[in-house]
């Protein structure tokens, strides 16, 4: 999920004095300039501003010609070149950004060396999959002029000398009135019968960055909490993305990766060589493994063995390999020999992608690298070392602030990637699960009684799965539910809890085209989860049930469910979907998910759940329907 940043922030753009400052290049920038001068702009590949209507979003927002923009919004946009495929690169250092109110002298609110105006704050970072680009973001302190055309000019440069100048790179917004009250008009039909609404809004919030709380959102949730003296179900829940991450490669909403999980046995490449015999890799400790509790300079002899199967990832290309041998075992560089693989066509990003933190963040602790080359364990599986500071960082603020969390396991977290990198299912599901596992009894060691009243979820907007469910294997979908799930409920029970008393489900649909959203995943998902619905396309049966290594390992309620259904259902207690669009549009689609739901129950699932709870027995089904008038069971956010 992406939030919009247009009307998000304050600031008053006031006119600017007329005199006109030379303009300031920093000492880094005056080389790469010079020789791209020489090299001269026939070599270079153009450098285009990223347009795109909203659709939700759209770029560059405040959208060109777009009207009634508020006075306090923020300025969004990308750059990047015509061509994708180019080898040629965007400078940051040399992005600068104007903004001109009427007829007035334009003000620089960004300079070169990213340097922004006084009164205004923002980033500039990679971003997007449109090939070499950056995306800029803009928040000044005070707020626009109001009923006022303006005009932003940004200007950039990229290594091979192309130059993005600012008549090329403007676009024009006009701003509304100052007024905060608008009159808002809709038809009531008495006649109709009324529907129940056992939900809310404002209910809860959802957070695009993680561990950003102590930074920069006190305040608001200062407000927030006055708010709920008087609503206690205001921003009663908290959802933050993505408590899984890693922080494998830059991109522009990272904030605060958790960083959650490495293993004991990864390594960092330093030094890729091909040969005759195969490839030697170079590799040393990963910066921060201190902070697992992992060992300095271990021998790659207690880690890896000849025939063991191997990860090569960058986090952006990945190969197998098979371990040859141990060529040599002491410090400073260790090293190890690999069957043949393949090199990526832009070859590997062995150096890490930004400088190396020094010192802690108080607001985010914890020291991580920034990409990185990394050796990993791949078959068998590598052993999970856990690094807990920046979760109990963030959470702890919510669990001060009363919420109740939405803890959602959307990805394969950490080194248990099939390929290093994000949004995908995990080499090794036992592995998995046994990480959601310590995961679960984390939290409720440290928020007890608390962990009942939170949603459990897994997934994140999986039916746009170039995004979020990268693979598209919906059989790995229905796997990883399956193991994240009874993971999650065997945590709970582990800590003598009643899991029939825990809310998992999950899905976060994104549901952005249309207003059907049983495709792809919602009718062919509830067809899994139901151990009596049926789905071409559906496993034959719960997976985690199914593999005999998790034996004496399940939760109960998994056991009890599977059993009297000839293994098959996976509990699930609620799907939620993510509400993009206009309010008819949004209710079309909720009809349409509830209509799969009415279907697969009309198959044989237990009618008397909010969902389908066919393991839940009548008590506990009325324990969630008590607990869906504080929330609904049919979630939107």
Known sequence: MITSFASRSSHRLLPPGRSTAARWYPPSLVLPLALACLAGPLAAD??????????????????????????????FLGLGFRNKDTSDVLLPESVSVRIRAGDHDPREILKPGQQFAPGYSGKIAPGGNRGPALVVYLDGEEELLPETTYTVSVEARSRDGSLLDGKQGSWQFTTGKTETRRPVAFALRLADQPVRWQGGFFTGLCKPTFCTSASNRLSGYELMDRIRQREPRAWSLQRDVSMTGMEHQPRFLLGGEPNVVRERETRRITKITPGD??????????????????????????????????????????ATAKVLEVVKDTSPARRVRVSRFDTPEAGWKIEYSRPLPEREDPDAPGLFPSGGCYLRKLRPAGTPHYYWGRIDKEWDIAHRFGRRQVVNFNEAPGDLSIDGRNWTYPKDYVEHHRVVRAFTSHLIERYGDACLEYYWSVFNEPDLAAAFWRSGDWDELQRFYDYTSDAILRGFEDHGYDSDRVMVGGLEIGAIFGMHIERPVLQLFLSHCSPTATHQEALPGNAAYADQRLDGQR??????????????????????????????VMAAKLRSGKGVRERKRGQGAEKGSELFRADADPQTIEQFRLRAEKGSVWTTH
């Open 46 to 75: 153009e450098i285009q501003l990223h347009r795109a209507n909203p659709d939700p979003y759209g770029y560059p927002r405040p959208a060109p010609g777009e009207t009634g923009v508020p006075v306090g919004t923020s300025l």
């Open 277 to 318: 015999k195969g490839v030697l890799l170079d590799v040393e400790d990963f910066f921060g493994h201190w902070q697992y509790g992992i060992d300095s300079d271990r021998p790659l002899s207690e880690d890896y063995h000849v025939g063991d199967e191997v990860l090569i990832a960058d986090g952006v290309s990945s």
């Open 555 to 584: 939760s109960r309620r998994v056991e009890s469910l599977c059993r009297a259904h000839g293994g098959k259902g996976s509990p699930c207690d609620f799907i939620s979907v993510h509400a993009y669009n206009a309010s008819d």
